[in-house]
C-alpha cells in the first residue's frame, strides 16, 4: 500500500472483527482458516510475513484457494457486514478498519492510493514435509506422489522449499493485480468508516413459536459456549441477554430435525443470536457484543436414547459444537434492533432468581424460561434439510 507516494508495511493481518489486534487475527485464522495439522505452519507464515517484503497488511480467508477474484471492501457505509461478498466475510470487517485507521493518519484532502496483491499460499506435504513449509499428512493429490518421492528423486529439493521459498509461495509481481487511484477523502472518513456492525434481520418464516423460542434462546445463551464467547469481550462479566434475535437460515423454516448422523443423533435445533449491552449501558459507542449459537435439544446421543431431552446451547464455531464466535456490537445498534423487532419479540424481565418472561407483541401470554427449561414444542416440522449457509461470522455446524 502506498499513499501520495509513501508505502505502508504495518504488517497488520485481517481476519476476524475490526477490533482484533494482530494476535488475535492470527488466533482466528488458525481457528477460521487451517485445516487440521495447519496451525502450525500458518502461524509460522503470519508471524514472519513473506520473503523479501513488508506488507500493509495481509488478508487471510479460506475461500481465497478456490476463487479467482479478491474483494477488497475498503470503505462501507451503514452494516459493516453488509459490505462483505462470502468470498470477503472472514476479513471485510478488519480491512476496512485498518484502511480507516490508514486514512486518519493521512488525514482529509486529496490523496493518490496505489496497492498490489501478492497472493502467496503454504506449501505443504507429507511427513518429510515437517518444518516451516509442511505439515504431517497433505502429500500431493491426484499423481500418486507425495513430498517424499520428490525429495528422493532430489536431495536439494526439501532445503529449497525450508531455504529460499521458506514454506510458502509468492506471486509478488501479477501484473493484474494492481491498482492506483484517487480518493478525495473528507475529514469524517478520518474518524471511523463509517461503518458500524448492525443486527441481522429477524426471521419471518420461523415454523414454530417464536416467543417460546426465543425465551429458549435466552436461558441457555448466558451458559456454556456463547458464554465463553462473549465473556472476553465484556470484560469477563457476562449479564443477561438485551435481545434475541432469530436470523434468517437455511434451515427448513429456521427450525428443523437434526441430521442423524447414521443413527447417531435425533432431536431439533435452530439457530439463534444473543446480544449484550456493554457495562455502561447508556454508552451508545460503548461496546457490547453479539454471539451467535445453536440451541439443542437431543433426544437420542451416540445412538443413546435421552431420557429427559433438555434445551442446551452448542457453538457454531467452523464446525465446532463447544465454541462460538462472538463479535462486538455497539450499546446503540443493540437498542435499535430492539426496537426494530418489537412487533416480534421484546425481552422484559419480572421478579428474582433469574425468572425472565419476553413478550412478543399481540401475544394472549408470556412465556417464561428459566435457565435448563423443558419447553415442548410441536414436532411436526418439514422434514430436516443440512445447513450449508456460511453467514458473515462462521460457518454452520451440520445440522
Not at 487451517?34 to 502450525?40: I, M, N, Q, S, W
Not at 505443504?124 to 518421492?149: F, P, R
Amino acid at each position: 500500500m502506498t499513499i501520495n507516494g509513501t508505502p505502508y508495511t504495518d504488517g497488520h493481518i485481517c481476519c476476524g472483527d475490526g477490533t482484533f489486534d494482530r494476535e488475535a487475527s492470527i488466533k482466528h485464522a488458525e481457528a477460521k482458516v487451517a485445516a487440521a495439522g495447519e496451525e502450525l505452519p500458518l502461524r509460522s507464515l503470519l508471524n514472519k510475513g513473506p520473503p523479501g517484503s513488508a506488507p500493509w497488511a495481509t488478508v487471510v480467508s479460506k475461500e481465497l484457494k478456490r476463487e479467482f477474484f479478491v474483494h477488497l471492501p475498503l470503505i462501507i457505509q451503514g452494516n459493516i457486514d453488509d459490505g462483505a461478498l462470502p468470498e470477503s466475510t472472514m476479513y471485510a470487517g478488519a480491512l476496512v478498519a485498518k484502511f480507516s485507521s490508514l486514512l486518519a493518519s493521512v488525514g482529509p484532502g486529496n490523496h493518490e492510493v496505489s496497492l498490489r496483491i501478492a497472493p502467496r499460499g503454504m506449501i505443504s506435504g507429507g511427513e518429510i514435509c515437517e518444518g516451516i513449509g509442511g505439515y504431517k499428512g497433505g502429500g500431493t493429490d491426484g499423481i500418486a506422489l507425495d513430498m517424499q518421492d520428490y525429495c528422493d528423486g532430489d536431495a536439494k529439493f526439501k532445503a529449497f522449499i525450508d531455504g529460499p521459498l521458506d514454506g510458502q509461495h509468492t506471486s509478488a509481481d501479477v501484473p493484474g493485480l494492481r491498482a492506483t487511484f484517487k480518493i478525495a477523502v473528507p475529514e469524517k472518513l478520518c474518524k471511523g468508516g463509517l461503518g458500524d456492525r448492525q443486527a441481522p434481520e429477524f426471521i419471518t418464516t420461523f415454523k414454530a413459536d417464536v416467543v417460546e423460542h426465543c425465551n429458549i434462546a435466552y436461558a441457555v445463551a448466558t451458559s456454556g459456549p456463547p458464554r465463553d464467547a462473549v465473556a472476553p469481550l465484556l470484560g469477563g462479566s457476562v449479564g443477561s441477554p438485551a435481545h434475541i434475535i432469530i436470523p434468517p437460515s437455511e434451515l427448513a423454516g429456521g427450525i428443523t430435525p437434526m441430521n442423524t448422523q447414521e443413527g447417531r443423533e435425533a432431536g431439533t435445533r435452530f439457530f439463534a443470536m444473543a446480544f449484550f449491552f456493554s457495562s455502561n449501558p447508556g454508552d451508545d459507542d460503548g461496546l457490547g457484543a453479539m454471539v451467535k449459537l445453536v440451541c439443542a435439544k437431543y433426544e437420542r446421543r451416540n445412538h443413546q436414547a435421552v431420557s429427559s431431552p433438555r434445551w442446551e446451547s452448542e457453538g457454531t464455531f467452523g464446525n465446532s459444537r463447544d465454541k462460538c464466535a462472538a463479535f462486538p456490537i455497539k450499546n446503540k445498534q443493540i437498542r435499535a434492533a430492539i426496537e426494530r423487532d418489537a412487533g416480534m419479540y421484546s425481552v422484559g424481565k419480572a421478579g428474582g432468581g433469574g425468572v425472565h418472561v419476553a413478550t412478543a407483541t399481540g401475544a394472549a401470554t408470556a412465556v417464561v424460561a428459566t435457565s435448563g427449561a423443558e419447553d415442548k414444542e410441536d414436532d411436526g416440522d418439514d422434514a430436516a434439510q443440512d445447513d450449508g449457509d456460511e453467514d458473515a461470522d462462521d460457518d454452520e455446524n451440520d445440522c
